[in-house]
């Protein structure tokens, strides 16, 4: 893509067929555009097979030597940005080694023993994932802890619950948020679980078939920090499970964020001014300074789009592919690198605006006096001190609600004698539970959304998030 | 869909837009069709809260008995197939508890206390999820241990290994199907991942805020064998992750089954003609006797296309829904016992392939005749006795293949004085790793494919099976 | 599916595996659960043929005859639901032509000369996809003239336009609503291409190579209202672009209904109240009389899932098959039905829903009045009147928004002298521009906002409709 | 992306999260990374727009000719590669409008009278997607001229036609792969209805109301060649049809080369041996020489994973968007981007694997000689000499193809006398449709596999490719 940017569109398209054949297969074929990025599992997946290739005497110690220093040095060229890249050597794994070889010379040679390309990508590419994966739990664990100090502080604010954007029963607002928390417990929990199935080492299993060196797969697997070496070589190569789980996992998660960022998007229209964005994640407009966009939560709802393309992008390549390693395999990093990118940003974009938004308290609390929102309080009233069987409740509250609504008011403008007209024993009591602040205090059950209980959970979740 | 099947398509389509508001409320809305099948986990949901309500004292013990005695008369009416549906009782909740009031009267009405259509549906389609886990469970350790079976008795059974479709190095049948059995290892373990995180209660959640009746979820969730209760109830009622997780896992799963059958069709076309499946799993053609067209194969390779669907199609409706139940979510069912059935079947069918077809062992073996496949063992043993850098023995290896394809033979073809026309130290020991049946069993690296390492392998998943 | 319906999950699982090879070879095989619904297709494609193979003495008069009487008989029976189905005959090919042998006997065995069930079944799915695009046609139609009404009767009604979920510039309802009447023009116009594309008769293609009958393509063509025959016979049994195309246009079609369905949750809910939907789409809660979820809305909203999880189905079993006909393809027929289904029901539902709509003019207007949302028509009248390069001009409007905001007023708020301390230039005549009346009013541009535009807008879409 | 390629994935995962929010809103809202390769469909669009203000007197000639000029320096400054890009400057719109002041001073702000950027960005991408599509249709083309001439070269090369896989019939190469022909037609009559669709100028909706300057917005569409204006202002900024269409075009397209791509896998291995790819379109092994991995085929069979994946991602990012323009549609471009060169790529290897291939009509004919390859054609004389029904000339035919199959020969190896013992009536002319050349020969239906066919459907397709 990076060379065709500077290009017009014309050219982009008609050089492309005015090219040789060996220039279209060089473009289509080469991966060092998007591979670079795996320099550094690449050098350290190596430096664990040359150790491993001298302590089996595969390879002297003096050429396991200067492997290593060569390879370190290489490393160190990449990293300052001294490094040529060219599309002729395809990809990362010939690039290094092809400056090894200039470094070291012929002992570079020596560092492919018992080893080929198939294996290698695969420990690199699961190397990344991996580091992916943990950097992924940081970023969650930082939106959660945001989540759970936002939650602390307003669990005692009062907004409507809403069902079909409707409004249904009285929640606190920290409460809404902590039902954020849980979700994210759940992706941090898919990733731990999916680090622990990609954390073998395929490191080995050579082209497809194993190897006759007497290669030390445990001692590869323990430098690099695998738990055990993969247990079939075929399968070692021709997996990509790992990049489809990680990919699934982005792709619930980027749900959750999607309906959190809808739900802010929702929150700061003038229309429901339950909270406010500040400049930062907002932008504005010149000519309406009142304007502030939710650009930032728009994005946000929007990359699960590209997350779900690339889950869905990575089956169709694998689906169908005989064994072992096929060419089509090399469409699994691009979709990766992608979806991984825009995961880390949405978790970072969104960990800044819960961090950063203002809430409205009063807008919030006054959006639920209107709509008969208590109307299951008296229900469950009904049943609990009359012995009402609920649906029974169920049918008186609705009487009084469309009494209520005859004589334009809530329920709690409604006098006692209107309320026994429509059942006897209704008592004075019955108004003690009609507001909405005793309407929260009272759901106090497991996981409910009274004050007391959103401070426990909060307690409990801040333990959970280590 | 099924009154739809019995008209034509004009009166199908034009009887639609026929139609009145209400029917295509009724149409669009209704859930009964489909969500009937949730009967058991509904009445046995309902049971459990039924007797936590009894304990709890917040139902009295004769109305409890009644309601349970009532519920197990519901189910075996609908298991009798003496039970009405009804599109105006929309759900399969609405449908238990209209028949329970006929049945028992008045004190029916005292189930719904406490909880609500919302924790409900959530705790029966969880309840039904977790079944089909389990059994899928089941069905795939079938698989396996057929794999296994076949993977034993073809240990010694050389193929050529492919990488691109093209002969690579040999290896044994029994290896190549043990690859499989790691995929499936890994897809029940992401079952078992996702049961363990599924398994948190909903019900007590109620409408979306808890209750303020005094009750027991650890009772509830106990009874219905949940781990625990979930810790919000907003999350509680608008949580879908467990069927997304299913799906992801079926998903995956069937990418893996895809590649198999595309290889039980190459094998079994009459150009490769590694296998032959009987007509179990075949269908012939009434001209062609001998034509075997495999089917099952086909539609297992196929069907990964539908469930990939049924996960994008859930990942789609869920995307940027506000908290807490929006009844997009009524369309999470449907997609998900589509994509369950359809991973059902093909992980019968595959079971059933894999134990019914004949290997066609000379065929197999006499497809690695050709093609120079034991190149990578004479590079090896250049390295290995001769000591060059590995480079440099792939180097001499070219010029050695080169020289025996201008022969007309394959490398074993070569003499020696040939071969040292190219590299003077080669010795005669070099034709000892030439053959097929040398370089298999040279791969005793952990995972490969010699065929002491493949039953050493089966030993060890007949252990992990369980 | 429909008898798994009936038993419980445990059986359903559990049976899947007890069962033998052939009844999990019937089960992933046979396809006249869903198939059955092409029998008018099915028998309409039969006489076509039947009637060319007369006409050109290919089957004699006789028995062509006997046939046409047979396969009106069998289209008798099964419309009269007289028929039977059995999964051993697998389709409703077999099916058709097993009953028109019992019925004519030998001679039913003629019918299949020169064709096989490949081509038959490509033109008897084309025949249904094309009278599918014709429903939808029909309904779309019908949907846009429910919009266009609607758009008359509201051409003068202002409420806030949006980007961004932000009050923008104020626009009008009418001028809102035949946004969409472009959207379905478009998805419209796709139907038409698509169906002129489909529109080409595979039937005479036989298995995949022709016949050596002396047929007579063109006849057939005609008799079915192809436009002629498809020009090749390997890919008239391969291709399944049509409904490819088809679902294409539909989930591009659901992604306009997705938001005009999420406009009208948000307009229904009690934050915004732009319109009430009745009763018809609604559904209440047994508690809370005042509350009218929109269910219909929401699952219009939810099926653009459904139909791109199909879209994505069909394109991931197409993906990589050889030709020519393979069995994955029979995967095509569920997807497209099914989708099918969910694209007839959004229409019809969102049809109704627009002409059911009550439209809250008084709350919609309300919402105009602040957030400074002619503030765009004072720039442009500072650029039109005293001829300020537009960035100028926003800067001015920019600190004349931030002067209002200070004093607590809108932009018409302000006085002469104020707005003249910021722009000496300004004369009385600006606040001509800064009511919404008027800032609608002078949006005259061709497809502008302005109430007039409107209504040449709906007089043009009242003649493009047809 | 490009930035992060330069960093280690540590620093990378670990910067994001170090970044304040400043940071991360740039990050996740500038677009100038990918929509810079607009800048010459904008400065177009700017062009035409600045001569419409002109012609409209609602900017002097003389501001209009600065503002000409200098959009073309700014143009020649991109395309020389000395231009500058600034994330803080958001995307391109912004750039080109910036260094045009700095070039100009303040004439340059009137360019944006009477526009916003939501229809210049619509404007744009719409140009650079017209662009796009018309060069696929010039590579589609290109393909087409190269199958046709290598289907006339082939017109009587005879290789078995499969279905499942399987021997059906034999059928010529010629017509094997004007089936693709088939399917790359509509793909070209996709793309110019799309193109014929798309062609309606959105400039002049302004930020989405219109405007009240008195433009032409005729002489704007007539200046950028499209059909005309967009009929409605709110449509025109929040649509995004023109490239989810052809996103579905790709993908469709897409699907037809991934078919192509593994036959010329299936086609390229040993055990198929049909055709042979050169080294251009291949990729060697250092170690054996004779391996030609089919790269570029694997890659074109993969890429319609990428294709789909991006189609999917924006029917999600549209799925529920409100009108008018909100931020998630930015993530339009990267997918289009993407997918398009993707798609470019394709068919540009396709053409050149096409063109290079070497047929080995041996071995295709070779592949011929088994499986009773002329069954159908025997039962076709039944019918048609012994005027036997169809489906008893079936029945004798499998009597003698299981007669043959005992015997260990094919079907033209039988006797006279033993088709006798059969079927009486049989002649010795039966054995004139036996051999694979009578049998392609007499498929001289519209349409099929006969050399004399295949050659009319050559010419035909000749002018048809215009």
């Given amino acids: 893509?990076?060379?065709?940017?500077?290009?017009?569109?014309?050219?982009?398209w008609g050089g492309r067929f005015a090219v040789g054949p060996a220039?279209?297969?060089?473009?289509?074929?080469?991966?060092?555009?998007?591979?670079?990025?795996?320099y550094a599992q690449d050098i350290r997946g190596s430096k664990a097979h040359c150790r491993m290739l001298m302590a089996q005497n595969i390879i002297s110690a003096k050429d396991g030597e200067q492997i290593l220093t060569g390879l370190d040095q290489v490393k160190a060229e990449i990293e300052a940005g001294n490094f040529?890249?060219?599309?002729?050597?395809?990809?990362?794994?010939?690039?290094?080694?092809?400056?090894?070889?200039?470094?070291?010379?012929?002992?570079?040679?020596?560092?492919?023993?018992?080893?080929?390309?198939?294996?290698?990508?695969?420990?690199?590419?699961?190397?990344?994932?991996?580091?992916?994966?943990d950097q992924m739990d940081l970023a969650l664990k930082a939106l959660q802890t945001t989540l759970v100090a936002k939650a602390e502080k307003n669990a005692d604010v009062i907004l409507p619950g809403f069902t079909?954007?409707?409004?249904?029963?009285?929640v606190t607002f920290g409460h809404h948020l902590l039902a954020y928390f849980e979700m994210f417990t759940r992706d941090r929990d898919r990733l731990r679980d999916a680090r622990g199935r990609l954390n073998e080492c395929p490191l080995g299993a050579a082209a497809l078939a194993g190897t006759s060196f007497p290669i030390d797969r445990f001692l590869v697997a323990d430098d690099l920090k695998f738990r055990k070496p993969t247990a079939n070589s075929l399968d070692s190569v021709s997996d990509r499970d790992f990049a489809l789980e990680f990919l699934s996992i982005a792709a619930i998660c980027a749900t959750h964020v999607s309906r959190l960022a809808e739900e802010i998007v929702l929150w700061s229209s003038a229309q429901f001014?339950?909270?406010?964005?500040?400049?930062?994640?907002?932008?504005?407009?010149?000519?309406?300074?009142?304007?502030?966009?939710?650009?930032?939560?728009?994005?946000?709802?929007?990359?699960?789009?590209?997350?779900?393309?690339?889950?869905?992008?990575?089956?169709?390549?694998?689906?169908?592919?005989?064994?072992?390693?096929?060419?089509?395999?090399?469409?699994?990093?691009?979709?990766?690198?992608?979806?991984?990118?825009a995961f880390a940003l949405i978790i970072a974009a969104m960990t800044g605006m819960i961090d950063d938004m203002t809430v409205?308290?009063?807008?919030?609390?006054?959006?639920?006096?209107?709509?008969?929102?208590?109307?299951?309080d008296l229900a469950d009233w009904l049943v609990r001190v009359l012995n009402m069987p609920f649906r029974r409740a169920?049918?008186?509250?609705?009487?009084?609600?469309?009494?209520?609504e005859d004589k334009g008011c809530d329920l709690d403008g409604l006098t006692l004698a209107e309320m026994q007209g429509v059942e006897p024993e209704i008592t004075q009591d019955v108004f003690t539970v009609l507001t909405v602040e005793s309407s929260v205090a009272s759901r106090t059950s497991f996981g409910g959304t009274a004050p007391d209980q959103v401070r426990a959970q909060v307690k409990a979740a801040q333990k959970r998030i280590e």
């Fill in 1 to 12: 893509m990076a060379s065709e940017e500077k290009t017009t569109a014309n050219s982009l």
């Fill in 23 to 38: 220039e279209i297969m060089e473009k289509i074929n080469a991966s060092i555009d998007f591979d670079k990025i795996l």
């Fill in 84 to 133: 040529t890249y060219d599309a002729k050597l395809e990809d990362i794994h010939m690039h290094v080694e092809s400056r090894l070889t200039e470094i070291i010379g012929e002992a570079a040679g020596r560092l492919h023993t018992a080893r080929s390309r198939n294996d290698q990508v695969a420990t690199d590419f699961k190397l990344w994932v991996r580091d992916a994966m």
């Fill in 164 to 170: 079909h954007l409707q409004s249904a029963q009285p």
């Fill in 273 to 341: 001014n339950f909270i406010a964005l500040s400049d930062k994640f907002t932008t504005g407009s010149s000519i309406m300074p009142q304007k502030r966009n939710p650009d930032a939560a728009e994005l946000c709802r929007a990359k699960v789009g590209r997350i779900i393309g690339a889950l869905n992008s990575l089956l169709v390549v694998m689906k169908g592919l005989p064994l072992a390693y096929s060419k089509d395999m090399q469409e699994d990093k691009e979709a990766t690198f992608d979806a991984a990118n």
């Fill in 360 to 376: 409205n308290e009063d807008s919030m609390t006054a959006s639920t006096q209107n709509g008969f929102i208590t109307a299951t």
């Fill in 394 to 404: 169920h049918h008186v509250t609705g009487t009084l609600v469309a009494l209520a």
